[in-house]
């Protein structure tokens, strides 16, 4: 078997060279990392998890007409997608006062916003991915003020289409972190949401318990992070009740 070029490792996924020119084949980790406060653990299975719940949300996008990365699921722990040149920003959308919000300015963690707030934060894992304004990014060269556009239509489109998908089980979006990138295709380039969409990037409380099901549950450590991720995937229908998260035994991967 010959082994794959490996183009990127990240905290949580590994990026490999794709079958095809133009595509990339996208690795979920077991790795779970936070920076405030910095720890790391493998929780066993949460890959799988991701992969799975991520394909879910990626496909619904896709067929809505929101453009993505994503081409197709390709096992337990991968998935095809097409090769992006990510712009370096962290976009943040906030539907409800959570996390750093609440701390930072004092609300309450709870709290319905009174509209969508949008953050941009600089991706840089030495500077704990600093918040910056649409003046550093231009001015930096991030992106260029019709691309700010773009991605912010574009977690708008995103944040109106999933409220209502998560609401529908049960599942309020208190908040999400998208990431966005540069398609290239022949003379024209679009912007795409590029990344992922799971748990480990997203705040998602139960409707009626404000139970949490996402990565607060490791953040705090509150336990039950698997068990949180299982229960995402069994509402959104992607994940049979005695499904296992991973295989029982070795896996070939291609």
Sequence with gaps: ?????????????????????????????????????KKTEVIDGKGVLNNRISEYIFSQLNRMGIPTH?????????????????????????????GSLAKRLGIEEGTVLPRSIIEFYYKNDELDDPMV????????????????????????RVNDFLSGLFLGVGI??????I????????DLMRIVLADEFSPDSARLWDSQTAEKMDKD???????????????????????????PTRPAGPVLVK
């Design 133 to 156: 304004s649409e003046e550093h990014i231009t001015a930096f060269g991030w992106a260029a003020p019709q691309e700010i556009d773009d991605i912010m239509a574009l977690a708008i």
């Design 172 to 177: 309020q979006l208190v908040d999400f972190k």
């Design 70 to 98: 994503f081409i197709r699921r390709l096992n337990m722990r991968e998935q095809l997608i097409k090769e992006v040149e990510i712009i370096p920003l962290q976009v943040v959308v906030r539907n409800i006062a959570a």
């Design 217 to 243: 549950r490791f953040r705090r450590d509150m336990g039950g992070l698997i068990e949180a991720y299982q229960e995402v995937a069994r509402r959104l229908g992607i994940m049979n009740e005695n499904e």
């Design 179 to 186: 990431e966005c990138g540069r398609l290239y295709e022949g």
């Design 1 to 37: 078997m010959n082994r794959r070029r490996r183009v990127y490792e990240g905290k949580a996924k590994i990026l490999y060279e794709g079958p095809e020119p133009g595509t990339l084949v996208q690795h979920f980790k077991d790795d779970t990392t936070v920076l405030h406060p």
